[in-house]
C-alpha cells in the first residue's frame, strides 16, 4: 500500500475508495498516526455519521470488521477526530495528527448475562475480550470490549506503514493517550505495542523479546491455514523471542518450555503479542 496525492493506493494501483468528508479544517503536516475506534453500528452508519456536516467529526480512514478500507479526507488536510486532546505539550491534535477510526463497539456492559454496547447492540462471546483499560483505577472490576479481527488488525497495520514511510510521523498512539479520561480507544484489545514496534522498532541490538498476552497459537507458517505446532497452544506470559516478521505475523523461538516441548520455533499472529517491559 502507498500514498500518491494524499490519498491511499493499494500495490496494485487500484485507489482505496474514497468518501469526501465536508469535516475538514485546514492544510495538515501531521507528526503523528491516532488510532481510534468508532463506537457505532456497524462501518457504513460510522461513515455515514463522519459524512454528516450535523456531526461537525470526520477521520482520515476508517476500517472495516472484514479489513475493507474508506478514506474520507486527503492527509494533507485537516481532519476533526481528536477533540480536545494534548500531547508532549502540544494542543489540539487535529491540527497535528491523522486518524483512524477503526469499526468496533469498545467497551461493553454486562447486562442480565450479555455483553452489551453502548448503543444496546448484544455481542456474542467469541466478540469479547474481558479485561481493563490501562488507564481504569486500580482494583475496578474488568469490563467487556468487542475483539478486532485478523482482518483489521492487517489492514491497519498495512495503512500504518504506508502513512508512517510516506509522512516521515513520529509515533502512533491512541485517543486514550491524547485525552486520557475522556476517550477510551482503541482499548486494550488493540495491539498498539505491537503496531508501535513494527513501525518504529526495527532496530534492535537483538531481536525484540515479547510476552504472550494470552494463550497463543504456534503454527508452522505465517496464517491460519497453517497447522498448529506441537507444544502449541502456549501459556499467557509464556516468552518468546522475535525472529523474522511478515506483516501481522511474526515468527517467534518460544523461550520458555511449552507443553513439555523445548526449542518450539514457529508463527504466531502479533496481536497476542506485548513487548516485554
Known amino acids: 500500500m502507498k500514498v500518491i496525492n494524499h490519498r491511499l493506493v493499494q500495490d496494485d494501483g487500484t485507489p482505496v475508495p474514497f468518501k469526501a468528508s465536508p469535516n475538514t479544517g485546514g492544510g495538515l503536516r501531521a507528526r503523528w498516526l491516532v488510532m481510534h475506534y468508532t463506537g457505532g453500528r456497524s462501518t457504513e452508519s460510522s461513515v455515514a455519521w463522519l459524512l454528516n456536516p450535523q456531526s461537525r467529526a470526520s477521520a482520515h480512514v476508517v476500517i472495516g470488521r472484514y479489513g475493507g478500507i474508506i478514506q474520507l479526507v486527503p ?97 502512533v498512539i491512541g485517543h486514550d493517550d491524547i485525552a486520557p479520561g475522556r476517550c477510551q480507544d482503541p482499548g486494550p484489545d488493540f495491539p498498539m505495542e505491537h503496531l508501535r514496534t513494527t513501525l518504529f522498532g526495527h532496530q534492535y541490538d537483538s531481536p525484540p523479546i515479547f510476552l504472550a498476552r494470552t494463550m497463543l497459537t504456534v503454527r508452522s507458517g505465517p496464517g491460519t491455514e497453517f497447522p498448529c505446532l506441537p507444544g502449541s497452544p502456549i501459556r499467557a506470559g509464556t516468552r518468546v523471542q522475535a525472529l523474522e516478521q511478515q506483516g501481522i505475523w511474526w515468527k517467534v523461538d518460544v523461550l520458555d518450555e511449552a507443553n513439555g516441548v523445548m526449542d518450539l520455533v514457529g508463527w504466531c499472529h502479533g496481536r497476542h503479542l506485548v513487548v516485554e517491559s
Open 75 to 171: 492527509f494533507n488536510l485537516v481532519a476533526w477526530h481528536a477533540g480536545i486532546s494534548t500531547w508532549q505539550n502540544v494542543n489540539g491534535l487535529n491540527q497535528h495528527a491523522i486518524g483512524i477510526e477503526l469499526d468496533n463497539a469498545g467497551r461493553l456492559d454486562q447486562i442480565a448475562g450479555k455483553w452489551v454496547s453502548p448503543l444496546k447492540i448484544m455481542m456474542p462471546d467469541d466478540q469479547v475480550r474481558v479485561g481493563n483499560h490501562k488507564h481504569d483505577a486500580s482494583g475496578a472490576p474488568p469490563s467487556g470490549w468487542q475483539t478486532y479481527t485478523p482482518q483489521q488488525i492487517e489492514s491497519a497495520f498495512a495503512v500504518s506503514q504506508a502513512l508512517v514511510a510516506h509522512y516521515d510521523l513520529e509515533d
